[in-house]
């Protein structure tokens, strides 16, 4: 062996340890989720008008991991078992706003969620550094409502000690883009009682109406009104004093 070769010989070993060492080293754990939808938020919709089409908007949280570098997401938005739209996210922040039709998909309870995932991640290996990626459902899901409009109005009238009630409901018809007679459950005419409203009756309509007869001697303050439903809007009537 030359002088040179001994000379050189401990460093060629070095330097085949250090690319043996760096050839069996692991590869850097990766996330498995790279982003992670934590939440929705949205609103529910009230509908006043029958063959109409709206956006609505649909905010997103996030937690993204470390190795984080980009995504695409498409969220569902279903009713019942049939998708509507779609909201579509590619910065992992701000999501499109879907369209309903309500004359078309039905009223009641909608649903966003679930979503598909394309995340980009960091990746490290004996190669060097890049951007992978997995592909995943988020199984994070929010519901809202779409209701129709629905109205309510009270008229009255006095004979002596006898005050006379007549309560009307209406509600928006989808079909045929009016507000046509509305039978809801669970109605009340109530009186006003210092500052509070309490309840003189539980009323049934038949055809969107109903006559109560009430007696009192002074004059009262008595409103009409009933709750919502997963298709229907709630209301109350104006006062009127008899």
């Keep these: 062996m030359s002088r040179i070769q001994r ?90 706003r879907p369209q309903i039709c309500p004359w078309l998909d039905g009223l009641g309870k909608y649903t966003v969620g679930p979503a598909d995932v394309d995340a980009g991640y960091t990746k490290r290996d004996t190669w060097g550094t890049y951007t992978d990626y997995r592909y995943y459902t988020d199984h994070t899901k929010k519901s809202f409502y779409v209701r129709a409009k629905s109205k309510a109005s009270l008229s009255s009238s006095r004979k002596g000690r006898t005050v006379t009630l007549s309560a009307k409901a209406t509600s928006l018809n989808l079909d045929w883009d009016e507000y046509r007679a509305y039978n809801p459950a669970s109605a009340k005419l109530q009186v006003k009682s210092g500052k509070t409203w309490k309840t003189v009756k539980r009323v049934k309509l038949s055809k969107g109406k109903a006559t109560v007869k009430v007696t009192s001697s002074a004059k009262k303050q008595y409103r009409f009104t009933y709750p919502k439903t997963a298709t229907r809007t709630g209301a109350t009537s104006g006062t009127v004093k008899r």
């Design 7 to 96: 000379l050189m010989a401990p460093v060629v070993a070095v330097l085949i340890a250090l690319l043996a060492s760096v050839a069996l080293a692991p590869a850097a754990s990766a996330s498995t989720h790279p982003i992670d939808i934590t939440s929705y938020k949205v609103s529910d919709q009230v509908i006043t008008s029958g063959y109409s089409c709206r956006k609505i908007t649909i905010s997103m949280n996030t937690k993204k991991q470390k190795d984080f570098k980009e995504s695409w997401i498409d969220v569902d938005i279903t009713r019942g078992r049939d998708l509507v739209d779609w909201a579509s996210s590619t910065n992992g922040k701000t999501l499109s």
